[in-house]
Antibody, heavy 121, light 110 residues
Framework: QVQLVQSGAEVKKPGASVKVSCKASGYTFTSYGITWVRQAPGQGLEWMGWISTYNGNTNYAQKLQGRVTMTTDTSTTTAYMELRSLRSDDTAVYYC??????????????WGQGTLVTVSS | QSALTQPASVSGSPGQSITISCAGT?????????VSWYQHHPGKAPKLMIYEGSKRPSGVSNRFSGSKSGNTASLTISGLQAEDEADYYC??????????FGGGTKLTVL
């Protein structure tokens, strides 16, 4: 069965970086893209960016440009999201999700369990 | 890319039907069948409920249905049950490998 398993919770100081992993299993990793979504406390879901697991192409949300990098390791079927220069408003639960590339509108059909990143001095 | 517009909250009694709207533009919601809907219980991963505007993934109850008129999509839940109480988000592919979410709607089952 399709599973996305994320790394554990992180506590970081302002200005630091965090790298969250998302281990995929149960399907052909390079056939579906991965997107990252976050939810700050009391807020809604926010799309962060996309990465093609086939060729590594990326597209990031404008507000995160320059601070976020998404990568994949096809040998371990793992996706990564690194966020730099952390601020207190980056405190959120971060989710990876599989993009169903074969359906119109590219829905997010499987999600990781979420990783809480807390930014605090 | 601006967030899609959803009502902050809706409520209904068990057995009733409710509808959640999701307003966008001709570049996202209004463009082909790009809308999906997600159910999100606190502390759990979001779950895909509707894709391509009106289709249900395997295993999702037929009490959930989706539709679209112009630049506004809607999610209808019929025969409300206690376990339907959750946050609901619409999402649209907006082209050029970009997605946009709605602000979310909190459903309360009275």
């Amino acid at each position: 069965q399709v599973q996305l398993v994320q790394s554990g919770a992180e506590v970081k100081k302002p200005g630091a970086s965090v790298k969250v992993s998302c281990k995929a299993s149960g399907y052909t990793f390079t056939s579906y893209g991965i997107t990252w979504v976050r939810q700050a406390p009391g807020q809604g879901l926010e799309w962060m960016g996309w990465i093609s697991t086939y060729n590594g192409n990326t597209n990031y949300a404008q507000k995160l440009q320059g601070r976020v990098t998404m990568t994949t390791d096809t040998s371990t079927t793992t996706a990564y999201m690194e966020l730099r220069s952390l601020r207190s408003d980056d405190t959120a639960v971060y989710y990876c999700a599989r993009i169903h590339d074969f359906l119109s509108g590219y829905p997010l059909d499987y999600w990781g369990q979420g990783t809480l990143v807390t930014v605090s001095s | 890319q601006s967030a899609l517009t959803q009502p902050a909250s809706v409520s209904g009694s068990p057995g009733q039907s409710i509808t959640i709207s999701c307003a966008g533009t001709s570049s996202d919601v209004g463009s082909y069948n790009r809308v999906s809907w997600y159910q999100h219980h606190p502390g759990k991963a979001p779950k895909l409920m509707i894709y391509e505007g009106s289709k249900r993934p395997s295993g999702v109850s037929n009490r959930f249905s989706g539709s679209k008129s112009g630049n506004t999509a809607s999610l209808t839940i019929s025969g409300l049950q206690a376990e339907d109480e959750a946050d609901y988000y619409c999402c649209s592919y907006a082209g050029s490998s970009t997605w946009v979410f709605g602000g979310g709607t909190k459903l309360t089952v009275l």
